[in-house]
């Protein structure tokens, strides 16, 4: 029996789609359908076109057909999110890590839980990027934004969320955020809350392969 499997593998500049097949034992791979991935700028702000990646990773299955698929997987960068309403909607594009909203942020979660302790617990470097400077940043500049959203996900995790109607955070890409004790694999709610983010955002954790 011949078993198939489609990856997405999302980078900074562009993405394609792998089809995995499986038979009598070998694994065969070839590419599908490739796309370019590029920032757009929206009201000064540098911003990823998510609709479109969505709408490229959407023909990659369409051109599939029939296939049946044992599988779909979803790989990106890490550290950008999406914030979702209660509806389950989109609130706004996800903002690119190159943004520049994050400039002095750092300095300025620092001055309310030090960066000594942010480290003993997440074990992540210390780059304007994170999304813990990008969500602080949104929370000083768009704070309605926030208050409307009822979740917030990575790039990956919102893709398959559209794929499956399923919130949840997987844990590798969930560790680029810094916002998870490195000790207990858990959100560290209680630092994020000193911070002042808004920790109810954060879906439930998953391992690899869930």
Request: proline share 4%.
């Amino acid at each position: 029996m011949t078993a198939h499997f489609l990856a997405f593998d999302l980078g900074a500049e562009s993405g394609r789609a792998m089809l995995g097949t499986l038979d009598c034992g070998v694994l065969g791979v070839r590419e599908i359908h490739r796309f370019s991935n590029e920032p757009v700028r929206q009201n000064g702000s540098l911003q990823w076109d998510v609709l479109q990646l969505w709408r490229e990773m959407r023909r990659a299955l369409e051109d599939l057909g029939g296939t049946r698929l044992q599988s779909v997987g979803v790989d990106s960068w890490g550290v950008d999110y999406a914030l979702i309403g209660e509806r389950g909607n989109l609130i706004e594009n996800p903002y690119h890590y190159r943004d520049r909203r994050t400039s002095g942020v750092m300095e300025a979660v620092f001055e309310r839980v030090c960066r000594d302790r942010i480290y003993a617990i997440t074990g992540i470097q210390f780059l304007p990027m994170n999304t813990m400077y990008q969500l602080y940043a949104a929370c000083r500049a768009t704070p309605g934004l926030v208050d409307a959203a009822r979740a917030l996900v990575t790039i990956p995790d919102l893709l398959n969320y559209w794929l499956t109607g399923a919130l949840m955070s997987e844990y590798t890409v969930a560790t680029t955020t810094q916002f998870i004790d490195a000790r207990t694999r858990t959100w560290a709610t209680k630092m994020l809350e000193e911070i002042g983010l808004p920790a109810r955002l954060l879906q439930p954790l998953v391992e690899p392969g869930t």
